[in-house]
């Protein structure tokens, strides 16, 4: 075959040309860090990469994020949960020295007033967030666990009701002791009454005891979750004007309207029972009670009974617990012309709607980040001080009838038959004080237990959570040595060895000015510098 000086020419170009892409390949693995500019250029390497880069960008997703905000959740939560525990420790302390029988009514109020305050911290640390979510509130975390200042505000503008529907089983129906002391404040012998400071003293003929007056009775209660809730409406004479606006359910069957009556004073509700003059069920709105005697209760509920209350609470204060997280509810507000409402179901935080949040945190992976306010926050705790409210105020009562009856005793001579009628009604009343202040020991020795359970409570969440945590943590761990270990095989898989294409590009330079000499050289000569 004849070599002619063009073909040797194509072919020393072609070759120049093969030098310089492979220098133009090496430059731009030098300059990107990659063995691969486009997938063509080794194909098994671009599916590789794709792949190692998308488990590396769900691992980052995971690790970085997903992880990271969900531990975060945790740590607000266990933060919150220890002021719980500090909180309920408290009460406990305070209610195991109440419980000193030698406390007065100025003692207790000290007490009370503290157990109120801490009792307020109890429901405000419910109300903690996590970048603007509330932790406590499941899939309401737009909701807080208790109406706010603002939202009583803007209740005042536009009224809401909430007929709640709550449902309890025979266990909690609870006992209450009532003393009954009103014959101190009778005119003795001629059945009046009056103050027992007033002028007609009332001197007892026959000088018979009056502690034989004086009765101690144990009464069953219903008691709701809320207080001041609606009463039967009336009109401007006082008169009924519909049904009282509560129904109660005992295994599904209702209870007959006429087993109720309502009570404005819940006094006067507890003396009705204890008498035996109301043989039903008394209700008390303003305490949120349903009291009744130990004869009902024994001719009506059995162990195993099912109970559902219905009612409706419209006076609503701040820090009072928001219903829809805890019952079956149905909102009524006010939307501006005050007979409009709107009115919407809510309340699907019920506990038989599950809420847990839970967020992905690795491939197939999820883990539980939040704390449903019903395994923490019960009304109880709050409505536990309205009982010890109602305690303080008999025995700051019966303690003031007692100076009263001193006084009262001190103007008459001591041989006098008035100043023995005076001792017979001053041991009386101190009967009254043993009864009330043994019904205040017992009371608060039973809130030790109380505080005991809500504080076991709070330690089974705070184990979840701590659980919860240790687990995110081992996940976490082992999603950075995933990470860590995905990105070496992205590196060695896409990357190159910058000595290697040192030494290769080197190599390409110098072979293409050897290229370029060897063409010149043989460019120079031809067929007719021969002839």
Not at 9 to 31: F, V
Not at 243 to 251: F, K, M, W, Y
Not at 457 to 473: H, K, Q, V
Request: glycine fraction near 4%; aromatic fraction near 10%.
């Amino acid at each position: 075959m004849r070599m002619t000086n063009k073909i040797m020419r194509n072919n020393s170009l072609y070759n120049i040309n093969q030098n310089k892409i492979l220098e133009d390949k090496l430059t731009n693995q030098m300059t990107n860090q990659s063995k691969i500019a486009r997938p063509s250029d080794d194909p098994v390497v671009a599916i590789r990469a794709l792949r190692l880069r998308s488990n590396v960008t769900a691992l980052t997703q995971y690790y970085d994020k997903n992880a990271s905000d969900a531990d975060q959740w945790l740590t607000v939560t266990a933060d919150a949960l220890t002021t719980i525990d500090e909180v309920l420790t408290d009460l406990y302390k305070q209610a195991t020295g109440a419980a000193n029988k030698d406390f007065t009514a100025d003692n207790l109020e000290i007490v009370l007033t503290q157990m109120k305050s801490l009792t307020n911290e109890f429901y405000k640390s419910g109300n903690v967030d996590y970048a603007g979510r509330y932790v406590f509130s499941g899939y309401r975390t737009d909701t807080a666990i208790t109406f706010s200042a603002e939202d009583i505000a803007e209740m005042s503008k536009h009224p809401v009701s909430y007929e709640i529907n709550e449902d309890f089983g025979y266990d909690k129906i609870s006992t209450i002791s009532y003393t009954d002391y009103n014959v101190l404040s009778k005119k003795i012998g001629t059945g009046a009454t009056d103050d027992i400071a007033g002028s007609n003293d009332g001197i007892k003929a026959d000088n018979t005891s009056y502690e034989q007056d004086i009765t101690n009775t144990k009464l069953f209660r219903m008691r709701l979750s809320y207080n001041n809730i609606d009463s039967t409406p009336v009109d401007a004479d006082g008169n009924p004007t519909g049904p009282i606006p509560l129904t109660l359910t005992v295994n599904g069957t209702a209870v007959a309207a006429t087993e109720f009556t309502e009570y404005d004073d819940p006094e006067a509700a507890y003396a009705a029972i204890a008498s035996g003059d109301e043989e039903g069920i008394a209700y008390i709105p303003s305490t949120g009670e349903l009291v009744f005697s130990e004869k009902y209760y024994q001719d009506n509920y059995k162990e195993g009974d099912k109970f559902s209350v219905t009612y409706n609470k419209s006076e609503w204060l701040e820090d009072d617990i928001n219903p829809v997280h805890y019952f079956r509810c149905t909102e009524t507000r006010d939307i501006g012309d005050g007979t409009m409402t709107d009115t919407k179901q809510t309340g699907y935080n019920y506990t038989s709607v599950n809420q847990d949040i839970y967020y992905d945190v690795g491939f197939n992976q999820q883990i539980q980040v939040n704390t449903l306010a019903t395994e923490v926050f019960t009304h109880d705790v709050r409505r536990d001080m309205d009982d010890f409210q109602h305690c303080l105020t008999q025995l700051r009562d019966i303690e003031t009838k007692i100076s009263d009856i001193e006084k009262k005793r001190a103007e008459f001579s001591e041989d006098s038959d008035d100043y023995k009628n005076w001792t017979k009604k001053l041991e009386a009343a101190n009967k009254a004080k043993d009864y009330i202040r043994e019904n205040i020991h017992t009371k608060f020795e039973n809130q030790i237990t109380n505080y005991q359970t809500y504080m076991n409570d709070n330690n089974i969440a705070i184990t979840n959570n701590a659980t919860r945590g240790s687990r995110l943590e081992l996940i976490s761990t082992r999603l950075s040595n995933q990470k860590a270990t995905f990105k070496d095989l992205q590196t060695d898989n896409e990357g190159i060895d910058v000595t290697q294409v040192a030494v290769e590009l080197s190599a390409s330079e110098l072979t293409y000015q050897a290229a370029l000499m060897a063409t010149g050289k043989i460019m120079e000569t031809n067929l007719m510098n021969y002839i």
